[in-house]
């Protein structure tokens, strides 16, 4: 018999500027069941988080208004105490990027273009660990 948990809608949110990507990530996670909201700037983004707690926020970096990384530390401003997960999906792949999105808040980094199957075990595992915490 399947748990309570495994029924339970997880919201993600979107933040990304790129329509053709935000398209994609939305058609490739709603067939895995989950409720999408797609923001294309960093100030709509923190609008709808101020109202809004998603399970988890998927977040690129480069946007056309506010940088991700001063995205990423409102949102852990906005959603404190919740452990909300923050993966940035991001094209920047220099190490010294990786670093400052997790200084900034990140709980996992994945670079663009990456493989379907990467991108579900990562959400599937911070998921996992944001329902222990």
């Known amino acids: 018999m399947p748990s309570s948990d495994q029924k339970e809608v997880k919201e993600i949110l979107i933040i990304e500027d790129d329509e053709q ?3 994609s990530l939305r058609r490739l996670l709603e067939r895995e ?3 999408i909201h797609v923001a294309t700037c960093g ?3 923190l609008s709808y988080a101020a109202e809004h707690r998603s399970s988890l926020v ?3 970096l480069r ?4 940088g991700g990384y001063e995205v990423c530390k409102s949102l852990r401003k906005l959603y404190h105490p919740w452990a909300v997960p923050i993966l940035m999906l991001t094209g920047m792949d220099r190490p010294i990027d990786q670093l400052r999105g997790f200084a900034h808040g990140a709980d996992a980094y994945l670079i663009k273009p990456c493989e379907s199957s ?7 595992l911070l998921l ?3 329902l222990v915490t």
């Open 21 to 23: 990507m935000a398209r």
């Open 33 to 35: 069941g989950f409720v």
């Open 43 to 45: 100030e709509a983004a």
């Open 58 to 60: 998927m977040l690129d």
């Open 63 to 66: 946007l056309p208004d506010v």
């Open 118 to 124: 990467e991108l579900l075990s990562t959400i599937s």
């Open 128 to 130: 996992g660990q944001s």
